[in-house]
């Protein structure tokens, strides 16, 4: 709406109408990584300047990789040193353009989305492997159902000149949020069913329901639902690479201070640049309430040990907190600084959680 798009609003439903050209504008992101990111690259099409700033924690997030590719198909930017905020101007040409894929898929998805509205189309060079592949694979599926195709092979994407189309969609649930009442279930011995989420999510964190019956709990899902039942079996440890979930990586951690064996994670140092530095802050944080927990450069290994309650920092990190959470379910005495940041994108989490746990 800042950028002069009209939206309405009718309950849980938006309808967004496109029948004019962008505005120039202000966008505050605050903490959100994935609206700046989107924002910018949807800002290099307008003719007009758009200026976007966040948080200082998401000024301190990389976006310079992005910021180079569309500055090579034609954007005029000014940015603080690779960094928010920015001021970006279009138009763009489209045409071919290098990117390195290991920094943040959200650089990948942000080039997708605009390139079918670009003059020559866009044939996007993936340099290294991508991280978060499942979130590339999502967009693709996602703009498809707006009648745009995509062509993705090994290390390139390519998107020809097409009209999007409008059309009516429903939003999946989230598939990382939905990790939380799952885990809490698994730490608690208690039992939960998660509707409209299944073997049918398009999301890469459904791996979840995999993860969960790798660690020992008693996990069923349907296409549309999912359920986690008591068995009274302990949970297990895993070794396990989350670099094309890393989302999911509070939830497992926390999940694993009660396992009866040691968890290792890996495959994630990009995430010390999320909302926290979800290795270093992660780490310190459980560690407070007395679990063993090793920091490596690409993730965790934890330790089974006995857990006390603590008061644990949030770290402006949503995940952080619902992470926290899931041990607070179970261990008496845990307090949870600035627990609103999980309003990010749960506003309800508090609320929704003590009708499951009471």
Same mark, same amino acid.
């Given at each position: 709406?800042?950028?002069?798009?009209?939206?309405?609003?009718?309950?849980?439903?938006?309808?967004?109408?496109?029948?004019?050209?962008?505005?120039?504008?202000?966008?505050?992101?605050?903490?959100?990584?994935?609206?700046?990111?989107?924002?910018?690259?949807?800002?290099?099409?307008?003719?007009?300047?758009?200026?976007?700033?966040?948080?200082?924690?998401?000024?301190?997030?990389?976006?310079?990789?992005?910021?180079?590719?569309?500055?090579?198909?034609?954007?005029?930017?000014?940015?603080?040193?690779?960094?928010?905020?920015? =001021?970006?101007?279009? *138009? &763009?040409?489209?045409? %071919?353009? #290098?990117?390195?894929?290991? /920094?943040?898929?959200? @650089?990948? !998805?942000?080039?997708?989305?605009?390139?079918?509205?670009?003059?020559?189309?866009?044939?996007?060079?993936?340099?290294?492997?991508?991280?978060?592949?499942?979130?590339?694979?999502?967009?693709?599926?996602?703009?498809?159902?707006?009648?745009?195709?995509?062509?993705?092979?090994?290390?390139?994407?390519?998107?020809?000149?097409?009209?999007?189309?409008?059309?009516?969609?429903?939003?999946?649930?989230?598939?990382? =949020?939905?990790?939380? *009442? &799952?885990?809490?279930? %698994?730490? #608690?011995?208690?039992?939960? /069913?998660?509707?409209? @989420?299944? !073997?049918?999510?398009?999301?890469?964190?459904?791996?979840?329901?995999?993860?969960?019956?790798?660690?020992?709990?008693?996990?069923?899902?349907?296409?549309?639902?999912?359920?986690?039942?008591?068995?009274?079996?302990?949970?297990?440890?895993?070794?396990?690479?989350?670099?094309?979930?890393?989302?999911?990586?509070?939830?497992?951690?926390?999940?694993?201070?009660?396992?009866?064996?040691?968890?290792?994670?890996?495959?994630?140092?990009?995430?010390?640049?999320?909302?926290?530095?979800?290795?270093?802050?992660?780490?310190?944080?459980?560690?407070?309430?007395?679990?063993?927990?090793?920091?490596?450069?690409?993730?965790?290994?934890?330790?089974?040990?006995?857990?006390?309650?603590?008061?644990?920092?949030?770290?402006?990190?949503?995940?952080?907190?619902?992470?926290?959470?899931?041990?607070?379910?179970?261990?008496?005495?845990?307090?949870?600084?600035?627990?609103?940041?999980?309003?990010?994108?749960?506003?309800?989490?508090?609320?929704?959680?003590?009708?499951?746990?009471?």
């Amino acid at each position: 709406q800042a950028l002069g798009i009209e939206v309405t609003r009718s309950g849980s439903s938006a309808t967004v109408y496109r029948d004019a050209a962008l505005q120039s504008g202000e966008i505050h992101a605050e903490l959100a990584g994935t609206t700046s990111r989107f924002l910018t690259a949807l800002a290099a099409t307008a003719g007009s300047s758009i200026s976007i700033d966040g948080h200082e924690r998401l000024r301190q997030r990389p976006i310079g990789p992005l910021l180079n590719a569309l500055r090579s198909l034609g954007a005029q930017i000014a940015d603080h040193d690779g960094g928010l905020p920015v =001021s970006i101007q279009g *138009p &763009l040409r489209g045409g %071919a353009v #290098t990117i390195d894929a290991t /920094t943040s898929s959200q @650089f990948i !998805s942000a080039l997708m989305m605009i390139g079918p509205v670009l003059p020559e189309g866009l044939h996007i060079t993936l340099q290294g492997s991508p991280i978060s592949q499942p979130y590339v694979n999502l967009t693709a599926s996602v703009m498809e159902l707006f009648g745009v195709s995509t062509d993705i092979s090994e290390g390139s994407i390519g998107i020809s000149p097409q009209e999007y189309s409008a059309t009516s969609v429903t939003i999946e649930p989230d598939a990382s =949020s939905a990790s939380y *009442p &799952l885990a809490i279930a %698994a730490a #608690t011995g208690s039992t939960v /069913t998660i509707e409209d @989420f299944g !073997s049918s999510s398009l999301q890469g964190d459904k791996q979840i329901i995999d993860i969960l019956r790798e660690m020992n709990a008693d996990i069923n899902c349907t296409p549309h639902s999912t359920t986690l039942t008591s068995n009274g079996r302990d949970l297990v440890g895993i070794d396990i690479d989350m670099s094309e979930i890393s989302d999911l990586v509070p939830t497992v951690a926390a999940l694993a201070c009660f396992a009866a064996s040691p968890t290792r994670i890996r495959g994630v140092g990009f995430i010390r640049n999320k909302e926290s530095d979800r290795i270093g802050d992660l780490a310190s944080e459980l560690s407070k309430f007395g679990a063993n927990v090793v920091e490596h450069d690409d993730g965790l290994t934890i330790t089974p040990a006995e857990l006390l309650g603590a008061t644990v920092d949030t770290h402006d990190d949503h995940r952080l907190a619902m992470g926290f959470s899931i041990i607070g379910a179970r261990v008496p005495g845990t307090a949870i600084t600035e627990p609103e940041v999980t309003s990010k994108s749960w506003p309800s989490y508090w609320h929704d959680i003590a009708e499951m746990v009471t």
